[in-house]
């Protein structure tokens, strides 16, 4: 039987650039340009209800047109929107240039900075048995705090527990000794090398996974096209290749091998198995424009 998950973390508006040209710096670039749900988190929590889990999103969006469209959006997927509605703040938002196998992102945090302790005990409150948190809530105050009491409170709740780091840049200037102690005694880390390097120096990927296991039961290094490595805090290491994919927009690939991963090993199955699962979502995600799963018809 799944276990059902709670995901704490950002819910956006995308605005998805995709080009083929190089950019032209002071100029126009032709471009294919969707508006579209993201937030990785809701990415995750919306991919992980399209593998067949339970799952509920906990966040924040602004009392605006944006706000009511992306949860609308979330809940089409099969999502149990917990999310609160800040007044005179608006829906976070993403501007994401992507082109072949890169993205980059100017991103405005907006209400999803304002993500409270009272939010998490709403979502805490469903019963769940595994929170996932994104790594963009620690990014700043007073979000951190929610999300560090997140930790905590689905520690003592008897709940096994998930972190998806983000940011390489900004962890960098945060500082890695701080970041680490914020995510200390999670169940399982997840970092791409970019994120992992930052945290715990330069080192091959079995190398970074093996260093960011001290710091919790199991840490993931999504590889991208070289695959992914799982590391358990007892030793063991478990490596699989890539799943074949066709790329079309990256943005969002690693919230959905995430989600793959997590549906996997809270179903009970073995690194390899959850490593696996992640890499064949995240597959499928690059295959999409955007960072979601195309809603179930209805």
Do not use: Q
Request: with cysteine.
């Amino acid at each position: 039987m799944t276990t059902a998950a709670v995901v704490v973390g950002d819910l956006a508006t995308d605005v998805v650039a995709r080009y083929e040209l190089p950019l032209a710096a002071g100029s126009d670039t032709p471009a294919h340009v969707r508006i579209l749900g993201g937030g990785s988190g809701a990415n995750t929590a919306a991919w992980l209800a399209a593998s067949g889990v339970p799952t509920t999103f906990v966040g924040v969006v602004g009392a605006d047109e944006a706000g009511s469209t992306r949860v609308a959006e979330l809940a089409a997927t099969g999502v149990r929107a917990s999310v609160r509605r800040a007044a005179d703040t608006a829906t976070g938002s993403v501007v994401v240039l992507s082109r072949g196998g890169d993205r980059t992102m100017l991103s405005e945090r907006g209400a999803n900075r304002l993500l409270s302790p009272a939010d998490v005990d709403a979502g805490l409150a469903t019963g769940a048995g595994h929170l996932h948190l994104s790594g963009y809530t620690l990014l700043e105050p007073p979000a951190r705090d929610a999300g560090r009491y997140a930790l905590a409170a689905a520690a003592r709740a008897g709940l096994t527990t998930s972190v998806d780091l983000a940011a390489a840049a900004i962890m960098r200037r945060l500082g890695a000794g701080s970041f680490l102690d914020w995510v200390r005694g999670a169940d399982l880390l997840l970092a791409n090398v970019d994120e992992a390097s930052a945290l715990v120096g330069d080192g091959t990927p079995v190398e970074l996974a093996v260093r960011l296991a001290g710091w919790a039961g199991h840490a993931v290094v999504k590889c991208g096209a070289a695959g992914a490595v799982w590391a358990s805090a007892g030793g063991e290491i478990t490596e699989v290749a890539a799943a074949p994919a066709s790329v079309v927009d990256p943005t969002g690939a690693g919230d959905a091998f995430a989600a793959g991963l997590l549906s996997a090993w809270l179903s009970g199955g073995s690194p390899e198995e959850a490593l696996r699962a992640g890499t064949r979502t995240g597959a499928a995600a690059v295959g999409l424009v955007g960072g979601r799963p195309a809603p179930p018809r209805r």
